[in-house]
């Protein structure tokens, strides 16, 4: 079995969530880390134990390293992503893919050009509640579906705003591009992309930010399904995150990862099996600290990934698919911005 030697571009909060997701994995070994500016690699890999490099190329270019995370803030991921791309690594980047759909796509043509492979992390799709939800919406068990949303009620203190999150530049937005972005990805995994939507946005809750603290958006999705998107920073202490898909033989309620409506028109012995191991609510580490999250959802991206490059085969979530939550919190900013509805199918 081969043993991948794994990189970390990035020193922040996250960058720590990566190195544990590594080190549990028994086909990877945590390499060492870079950063934009070296500063902080040394005090990450001295309390990892493991190398560090004055420079993310002087990373990339090292036999040591066969694969690389991207950990650096939302704006800055297209320049180490591209570089790896031509030193011939795979890279796993944290959400946002980038914060423009055209750099996504410089970066998506990179790697395609050097045959080298880009992911995307969404850990919420590794929940065993996602496969479960996913099958029951397969299988029409949900008949027409009328409804979905995400709410996303989170709390972020002042102290949290102070760097580089709630800019345009580097944070490429708020409380959709920062925290939302998960449960968005994971709306439209389910439901298929959105056709129109109308939005509106604020920073009232942190009127120091440049981006929004709160934001709310109503859609329509291709499949002529209605929705809701609700993300702040500004809900104190901070709530459980919410997915909600109702239909005209049942209705599912996702509160954290735990599903707390499970019910349909027919009803099977497998559905109290699942109300049973599945009802309990699990999670709600993020609701008001950004650190207080597992990193057991990022080990199975971070190893789902390796095995589609060690099969060759496709990952599930590539460029192109972590770039639909980027669009889509996009065209929700310019709905807001411009005070109109977007209509994708016109675009």
Not at 223 to 231: E, Q, R, S
Not at 308 to 336: H, M
């Amino acid at each position: 079995m081969k043993t991948w030697n794994i990189g970390i571009i990035g020193t922040g909060m996250i960058a720590d969530f990566h190195a544990k997701s590594i080190q549990s994995l028994p086909n990877a070994r945590l390499a060492g880390f870079s950063n934009i500016r070296s500063g902080k690699a040394k005090k990450m890999a001295e309390k990892y134990s493991v190398k560090y490099w004055d420079t993310y190329q002087s990373m990339l270019k090292s036999d040591e390293v066969d694969m690389v995370m991207i950990a650096t803030p939302s704006g800055a991921h297209m320049e180490p992503v591209i570089e790896a791309a031509k030193c011939g690594k795979h890279v796993l980047c944290e959400k946002p893919l980038e914060i423009e759909t055209a750099r996504i796509d410089r970066m998506i043509e990179a790697h395609q050009k050097a045959g080298t492979r880009l992911g995307g992390i969404f850990n919420l799709r590794y929940n065993e509640t996602t496969r479960i939800m996913k099958k029951a919406i397969d299988d029409k068990r949900l008949g027409t579906i009328t409804y979905a949303a995400v709410h996303v009620p989170w709390w972020r203190n002042n102290a949290y705003y102070e760097g580089w999150h709630g800019t345009w530049s580097l944070d490429g937005g708020g409380a959709l591009m920062n925290q939302a972005i998960h449960m968005i990805d994971l709306l439209q995994y389910l439901m298929g992309p959105v056709s129109k939507l109308g939005a509106f946005t604020s920073n009232i809750g942190h009127p120091q930010i440049e981006a929004e603290d709160t934001a709310v958006s109503v859609l329509q999705f291709e499949n002529k399904a209605l929705g809701v998107i609700y993300g702040t920073t500004a809900s104190y202490p901070g709530q459980f995150r919410r997915l909600e898909i109702t239909g005209t033989k049942g209705s599912i309620v996702l509160v954290e990862n735990s599903l707390q409506v499970w019910q349909f028109a027919e009803m099977t012995e497998d559905d109290e099996k699942i109300i049973q191991q599945y009802g309990k609510i699990e999670g709600g580490g993020g609701v008001a600290d950004p650190a207080a999250i597992s990193f057991e959802n990022h080990a199975k991206n971070l190893a789902a990934f390796i095995q589609s490059v060690e099969e060759n085969r496709p990952f599930e979530i590539d460029g192109e698919e972590a770039k639909k939550s980027v669009a889509l919190i996009l065209d929700i900013y310019k709905s807001a911005q411009t005070n109109s509805m977007i209509n994708k199918n016109q675009a």
